[in-house]
């Protein structure tokens, strides 16, 4: 739509005169297929245009207020200092006033202006957006997931029937494009793919469920919805008007940040974003739901653009541009459901040995899972992760649960082709062969599955008076060691076996990292 035939009420609203308060010329419009966007200055007007697509429908005065009260109350969760009101616009004769006396015909959303540069796309295009981003942005996202809705209504969009619909539809959406931006073969295995989970892991499913993992989320959660702004980080523009978009597995918001990041060519980003995530909730078993959604949100940003290819209105060199861009859509959406080898990392040494620090360099590297002792520890404890532990979280029997559990999630995510990181000290030769014994032979199916994970031990060392420093140094962790209780650790710690030594490697952490571990990466 031109300026020359926009309706009257948006050219008016295109004029200084109409708000009550000082604007910045030119009043900038940006228009989308269902909406009217106003930047004056300090406020933003957003408008619903007319419009019923069948997953949206605007079509009526009604139906626009009720969708602008939905946008207000749901960006109010993780962008309440940006939006503001909705406001009725009236007519008198000819003249619209916003929050006239005169016949209402239309409502606008009020928001606070923020800088374009604020968004994470456009730092992330700035070379801005770093780890301490990502990793602030997990727990964020978290924090937005723990205090998001559930209910039975919305637990029921966690059934397999209703994850299938979008997915399935966007496989029958897309069979045109077979042959332009996609190939026969990523379409029969991406789908191959998604059928087989459906059918093959259903209690995964109802597991989701009955762990109310199923909340009213934010649906549409890319880096252009995310901004940085007073220093604080804001999630805007969730999605208000399909309910199946919305109520959905936390996994799925995550798997929209982690595919945008991924798609941008940044994959050790989106692995400090996800290990934040899994950290700050505890949920690591929501990851063996997370390819499929991976791949579903790769699928859906390939349908998107293949959608410009039937635009009679589009350009040839935009048409062009977003083939390729659609085809890359399809490839990662493709990747996301290969069948992946697993591997299980278990860390070793002395607190302030630099464990974290080289499994989180590991991490990025190897986009594995980095799951630290004192985070499961504290999760199990039922505290938060910064609050200090008290002596009834460190005793032996606590210590056994948390180094069970340890092991359980790094046999199950391995076995579902994760690399997993096992963060913790492992300075007992029991707990060592527990995890050797399990994941090198066993009698049950999963342990069985386990023999063709690679198992690596990384031994961690610095001389002592390098450990103290940094214990003592140590601030903002979630780890509760200090530099007093080193010398216990010192003489309780355990040599190595023989049947051990195969997979030892031994890390001096006062060197650079990258050439010790070269082998391994």
């Avoid at 004192?374 to 404890?381: F, G, I, N, S, T």
């Amino acid at each position: 739509m031109t300026e020359a035939n926009l309706p009257a009420l948006i050219e008016q609203m295109l004029q200084p005169g109409f708000y009550p308060h000082a604007v910045t010329e030119p009043i900038q419009l940006i228009q989308t297929h269902v909406s009217y966007v106003l930047l004056t200055g300090d406020y933003v007007y957003k408008l619903k245009k007319p419009v019923n697509f069948g997953f949206l429908d605007y079509s009526t005065l009604d139906k626009r207020l009720h969708f602008c009260q939905e946008e207000l109350r749901l960006n109010q969760r993780g962008a309440g200092e940006l939006y503001l009101q909705v406001l009725p616009i009236t007519l008198t004769g000819e003249q619209y006033h916003l929050e006239g006396t005169g016949e209402i015909v239309e409502y606008a959303l009020k928001m606070r202006q923020f800088p374009q540069e604020s968004l994470f796309s456009e730092l992330f295009a700035q070379s801005k957006l770093n780890e301490m981003h990502l990793q602030e942005l997990g727990r964020v996202v978290a924090d937005y997931h723990a205090k998001a809705q559930t209910n039975d209504y919305i637990r029921s969009f966690g059934e397999v029937s209703q994850v299938r619909l979008a997915i399935d539809e966007n496989y029958e959406q897309t069979l045109k494009y077979i042959g332009g931006p996609q190939t026969q073969q990523q379409f029969t295995e991406t789908k191959e793919y998604t059928d087989k989970f459906f059918a093959n892991r259903p209690e995964l499913f109802t597991s989701r469920i009955a762990n109310n993992y199923i909340r009213e989320c934010h649906g549409d959660l890319h880096l252009r919805n995310i901004a940085l702004w007073h220093d604080k980080i804001m999630l805007f523009d969730c999605i208000e008007f399909n309910e199946p978009f919305r109520f959905v597995d936390v996994m799925y918001d995550v798997a929209f940040t982690v595919m945008d990041i991924e798609a941008r060519g940044r994959k050790d980003l989106g692995n400090a974003f996800l290990n934040a995530y899994v950290e700050q909730t505890g949920d690591w078993e929501g990851l063996q739901v997370l390819p499929l959604y991976l791949s579903r949100q790769a699928y859906v940003r390939a349908k998107v653009t293949s959608f410009l290819l039937d635009d009679p209105s589009v350009p040839p060199e935009v048409k062009e541009e977003a083939a390729k861009t659609a085809s890359a859509y399809y490839h990662q959406a493709w990747e996301y459901t290969k069948a992946k080898q697993g591997q299980v990392i278990l860390m070793s040494g002395l607190s302030g040995s630099g464990k974290s620090t080289t499994a989180r360099y590991l991490a990025r590297q190897l986009g594995a899972v980095h799951l630290r002792s004192d985070a499961v520890r504290k999760h199990l404890a039922g505290i938060p992760l910064l609050e200090r532990g008290g002596d009834e979280i460190y005793t032996p029997e606590m210590t056994q649960k948390t180094y069970d559990r340890l092991l359980t999630l790094g046999i199950t995510l391995a076995n579902q082709g994760w690399r997993v990181i096992l963060d913790a000290k492992y300075d007992r030769q029991h707990l060592r062969q527990e995890a050797i014994a399990a994941l090198t032979k066993g009698s049950d199916q999963a342990t069985a599955q386990a023999t063709q994970h690679q198992l690596q031990i990384i031994h961690c060392t610095a001389p002592l008076e390098v450990l103290q420093e940094r214990l003592v140094n140590r601030t903002g962790d979630i780890a509760d060691a200090t530099a007093d209780l080193l010398v216990s650790q010192l003489n309780q710690a355990e040599p190595f076996t023989d049947k051990e030594q195969p997979y030892i490697k031994i890390l001096d952490t006062t060197q650079p990292l990258e050439a010790q571990l070269q082998e391994l990466i």
